[in-house]
């Protein structure tokens, strides 16, 4: 397996690493899957598990029931969407005491960036509800001082409000040592987060999983998995 490291396209260390979180951090995207199903079942709403990569992974919990619905030729109000929201909130809780899984190299990436002093942050479409507990979980909840989640954005990616706040955030918790987005890194793995963060004008690292090298070609950078990742001199694979 070739390494792969943080220095070589920075010149250097990246001033800052934001992490995605749901298919980067854990594997969770199975779990939301399950609780969407589960949520919109009295609705008469069912999408397969190809359907939800396709077509729902990548947006934040709001979205991805208007697409629902949208798709499915029925009404929804705002009022009807914020207790959906709610009640997939509800379930997932449930769904993840059952457990979660770390992706490779994740979890030890995570702690040696921290180790190094480089700041971190998380950009997820997810809820901050949803991220808290599997993060203290897996046991990295300091490392991460900002998290930018589905609570404080109005639109979700690939719109590039979350990847906006999560850099402009570090940079005031670290005025010093942060100059531009360029020189942070975004790691993501679905296409709508890849563009988010190159919209935002960060570096991106995609990383596979439901999604291809291919699909991901607009990231800078690419690794098969975080394994790969590591703190030392050593070149890049690049998409082709």
Do not use: N
Not at 128 to 138: E, K, Q, T, V, W
Request: aromatic share 8%.
């Amino acid at each position: 397996m070739s390494i792969l490291t943080l220095e070589t396209p920075f010149r250097g260390m990246p001033e800052a690493v934001v992490f995605d979180f749901d298919g980067v951090i854990v594997d969770s995207e199975p779990l939301h899957w399950k609780a969407f199903r589960e949520v919109l079942a009295p609705a008469g709403i069912a999408f397969p598990w190809e359907e939800y990569v396709d077509r729902y992974m990548g947006f934040d919990d709001r979205d991805a029931f208007r697409e629902a619905f949208r798709v499915h030729g029925k009404a929804l109000d705002d009022g009807r969407l914020a207790e959906l929201v709610g009640a997939k909130s509800r379930v997932f809780q449930r769904v993840i005491r059952e457990g979660v899984r770390p992706l490779p190299g994740a979890v030890s990436l995570i702690g040696s960036i921290h180790a190094r002093g480089i700041p971190l942050a998380i950009s997820s479409g997810a809820l901050r509800s949803d991220i808290d507990p599997i993060l203290a979980m897996l046991g990295i909840s300091g490392c991460f001082p900002l998290i930018v989640s589905a609570d404080d954005v109005e639109k979700s990616k690939p719109d590039p409000e979350s990847y906006r706040l999560a850099w402009s955030g570090l940079k005031r918790l670290h005025p010093a040592s942060m100059s531009s987005p360029e020189r942070s890194l975004a790691i993501e793995d679905t296409p709508a987060g890849v563009r988010a963060a190159k919209l935002a004008g960060l570096s991106v690292l995609a990383v596979a999983g439901s999604c291809g090298e291919r699909e991901l070609a607009e990231a800078d950078l690419f690794a098969d998995s975080l394994e790969q990742v590591r703190i030392a001199i050593s070149p890049w694979r690049t998409p082709p």
